[in-house]
């Protein structure tokens, strides 16, 4: 195998700090133009959206999936009349016909979401490919609002494990800024359930209004057409609230400037890829015919905002079953009853921290300054292409022992003194003196 790149993290001093906090559009830079340690203090510390340009020029989806802007090939075109990459339908049925996907249809709902189904892959492009026939002979303009889009199917094949299906398809690459990854290099290592995405959906196909699984970062790079993204700071949500604490379904720009809420429009074109922060609620709607690859993730930058959605939502589920106190095992069936609603329990989110910390104490070496980031590399790979600098371990391994911190002091955790509790001791434990 090849190097593995090295993702070189310095201490924060070393980078030139933008000041984030009243940022009047989302930033854009060519992915090749802005270093790994000035994105991840920038953006992923400073919990702030930003474009990349540049990003899936090489990528075999991209080369394969779409038609390249030289052939032939009937290219898609929005309101605007800008060309897009055609998809190239004939390679997808021929590559990955056989495989079963997720799809979505965005004209029902049920309950906070769009109805859902399985469908063969090749009956969705056969779907698609009608779709893109029937508008092509008529002009079809995109309502800004996607809840009133006239169809009677709309559909979008969405959260599709494509990479975990298929393992040895090296359909793209992890970009190095987006690398930083607990949660999948976590999943991925013990074969578990991953957050890596493929979305494919026709023209007028969209997301409802929400934020990412666990309060995570997202990102998101366009293979081929445009996405209109509506995005929010944290807690500007709630101006959309009803009485009930209910936010909406579907938002457009209008329902947000007569509600005074501070938002973004973001149009993403091809070949870019948008981070998406922690606890940003978006609505994102297909402009035009879209392929992308989509990845949901957490690291120390963000890993204690992941564990007060935890305990947040515990505390509510406890709350709702509160008159069931007295049962057995009741610490028990909350956590049962927290990974169901949320998607993790703190079983599950303990898991991950301790492979992470585990992970990193097997590299680090004994005795470096923390301050001094060297040019030594990690002995394991993440995503088969990076490695971390001295400074990058210890630095998650400080966030690390900060986080257990805070856990040791939870309610749930501390009062039973239960197998959790020694859990966080035994990792304290081993991580004294790193």
Known sequence: MATAELLQLLPVASCQKNDNSKIKTIPRHAEAQINYNDFYWNYMDANCPVVLTGVSENWECRKKWTFSSNKNSAPTSNENNTTYTAINFDYLKDKLSDCRVPVADCSREYFNSHVKKE?????????????????????????????????????????????????????????????????????????????????????????????????????????????????????????????????????????LKENNVVFYTVMQEENEALFVPSGWYHQVCNLTDTISINHNWFNACNVQRIWRNLTTNMKQVIQEIADCRQMDNFDEHCQTMLRASFGINYLDFLDIIEFIAERRLSSNSNGNNCNVATEKSSNFVIFDTFTLNEFHIRNDLECLWKLLEIMIQ?????????????????????????
């Open 410 to 434: 939870d309610k749930v955790i501390c009062d039973s003194r239960n197998l959790l509790y020694r859990r966080c001791l035994r990792l304290l434990e081993l991580m004294k003196g790193f």
């Open 119 to 255: 469908m063969q892959f090749c009956e969705f492009l056969d779907y698609w490919q009608a779709q893109v026939n029937a508008y092509s002979s008529t002009v079809n303009k995109i309502n800004d609002n996607p809840s009133n889009l006239k169809t009677t199917d709309n559909l979008y094949l969405k959260d599709w494990h494509l990479k975990a299906q298929l393992a040895d398809y090296n359909f793209y690459t992890v970009p190095k800024h987006f690398a930083s990854d607990w949660l999948n290099e976590y999943l991925i290592i013990n074969g578990k359930d991953d957050y890596r995405f493929v979305y494919m959906g026709p023209k007028g196909s969209w997301t409802p209004f929400h934020a990412d699984v666990f309060g995570s970062y997202s990102w998101s790079t366009n293979i081929a057409g445009c996405k209109k993204w509506l995005m929010l700071p944290p807690n500007e949500e709630l101006k959309l609230a009803d009485r009930f604490g209910n936010l909406p379904f579907c938002i457009d720009e209008q329902i």
